[in-house]
């Protein structure tokens, strides 16, 4: 089982940036779908989720107009689209695949793909 974050890189501020989470040996289509992102010496942050069901996604407020998650089932794949991008949105970005069943909770992340936006 695994999660594989790609697409980050160093961009120019008022860049933009798709990553991607490419998962395998499981499929996401049965997940809740999570971007999270951690700057050095900080928490890791919430971004944005994708529902299994409805497909619906949620924003942090910091995300919130410049920043697209979506996710393709039939791929295997999620991705984050990330436009006007600014330096603070410099961080390692994580991917996370979470459900619940029976009462047991399945989770699974990725190992993070770094995103540099400079000024």
């Known amino acids: 089982v695994r999660l594989v974050e790609s697409g980050g890189g160093l961009v120019q501020s008022g860049g933009s940036l798709r990553l991607s989470c490419a998962a395998s040996?499981?499929?996401?289509?049965?997940?809740?779908m999570t971007w999270y992102r951690q700057v050095p010496g900080k928490e890791r942050e919430l971004v944005a989720t994708?529902?299994?069901?409805?497909?619906?996604?949620n924003y942090a407020d910091s995300a919130k107009g410049r920043f697209t998650i979506s996710r393709d089932n039939a791929n295997n794949v999620m991705y984050l689209q990330i436009d006007s991008l600014k330096p603070e949105d410099t961080a390692v970005y994580y991917c996370?695949?979470?459900?619940?069943?029976?009462?047991?909770?399945?989770?699974?992340w990725g190992r993070g793909t770094q995103v540099t936006v400079s000024s």
């Open positions: 040996g499981f499929s996401i289509s049965n997940y809740d």
């Open positions: 996370y695949a979470g459900r619940s069943q029976f009462g047991l909770k399945f989770a699974y």
């Open positions: 994708i529902t299994s069901t409805s497909g619906s996604a």
